[in-house]
């Protein structure tokens, strides 16, 4: 049977949030609790790149729910910038070859 997750491509990630807000209003989420959360990372002191990281908690569990109902996960589904893909472990682990800064994430 095939596992499933994220690839979080995020080069490309703008630090928008909407895959917050669509995470917790898809789950009706308290104000303080979160099912993906964008971090700000900066690559170096001296070279001044910030880049933002949706980071999957231990509360998401790939929108079951609406995945069953033949559905994408929330957090994909609102993304603008096309940077959170879902799918089997095989085929994102296929898609982010050459493709540096990718971070694919599997639920417990």
Request: hydrophobic share 30%.
């Given at each position: 049977?095939?596992?499933?997750?994220l690839?979080?491509?995020?080069?490309?990630?703008?630090?928008?949030?909407?895959?917050?807000?669509?995470c917790?209003?898809?789950h009706?989420?308290?104000?303080?609790?979160?099912?993906?959360?964008?971090?700000?990372?900066?690559?170096?002191?001296?070279?001044?790149?910030?880049?933002y990281?949706?980071?999957?908690?231990d509360?998401?569990?790939?929108?079951?729910k609406?995945r069953?109902?033949?559905?994408?996960?929330?957090?994909?589904?609102?993304?603008?910038?096309?940077?959170?893909?879902?799918?089997?472990?095989?085929?994102?682990?296929?898609?982010?070859?050459?493709?540096?800064?990718?971070?694919l994430?599997?639920?417990?």
């Open positions: 049977m095939p596992r499933f997750g690839l979080v491509n995020y080069e490309f990630c703008v630090g928008c949030r909407s895959c917050e807000i669509a917790k209003m898809e009706a989420r308290a104000q303080d609790e979160w099912g993906i959360r964008v971090q700000r990372l900066q690559q170096g002191p001296s070279e001044g790149r910030i880049y990281l949706p980071v999957p908690t509360r998401c569990n790939l929108c079951g609406r069953a109902r033949g559905l994408k996960p929330s957090c994909e589904k609102h993304c603008w910038t096309g940077v959170i893909k879902f799918g089997t472990l095989e085929d994102l682990a296929r898609s982010m070859k050459g493709r540096q800064k990718s971070v994430w599997v639920p417990h």
